[in-house]
């Protein structure tokens, strides 16, 4: 079992970085996969990036890559999005999602209840 909680959203300006934490708990962090995804309002959950358990394999939306970084200190038991050059259009809830490996929301077990986003023009 995993619980996970993120931290770290806000308001930012466009142009602006922020750093996301997804704390957690449960003994088996350090050998599941982990993701981020993101909701906007009315719109569908969508992948941002994945880490393997190691840190050692990495994914990313295409749009995205560049911009975002995803991380982990498994030692922590932590996972980190860094995001930089933020835009408008990047508002949304962020979630941590661990326990599965690839772009589909339904392909993971496991979910932080969610950070709000908000990126100022």
């Known amino acids: 079992q995993v619980q996970l909680v993120e931290s770290g959203g806000g308001l930012v300006q466009a142009g602006g970085s922020l750093r996301l934490s997804c704390a957690a708990s449960?003994?088996?962090?350090?050998?599941?996969?982990m993701g981020w995804f993101r909701q906007a309002p009315g719109k569908e959950r969508e992948f941002v990036a994945g880490?393997?358990?190691?840190?050692?394999?990495?994914l990313y939306a295409a749009s995205l890559k560049g911009r975002f970084t995803i991380s982990r200190d498994n030692a922590e038991n932590t996972g980190y999005l860094e995001m930089k050059s933020l835009k408008p259009e990047d508002t949304a809830v962020y979630y941590c999602?661990?326990?599965?490996?690839?772009?589909?929301?339904?392909?993971?077990?496991?979910w932080g209840q969610g950070t709000q986003i908000t990126v100022s023009s």
């Open positions: 999602a661990a326990g599965g490996w690839g772009t589909s929301p339904s392909l993971y077990y496991y």
């Open positions: 880490i393997s358990w190691s840190g050692g394999d990495t």
């Open positions: 449960g003994r088996t962090f350090s050998s599941v996969a």
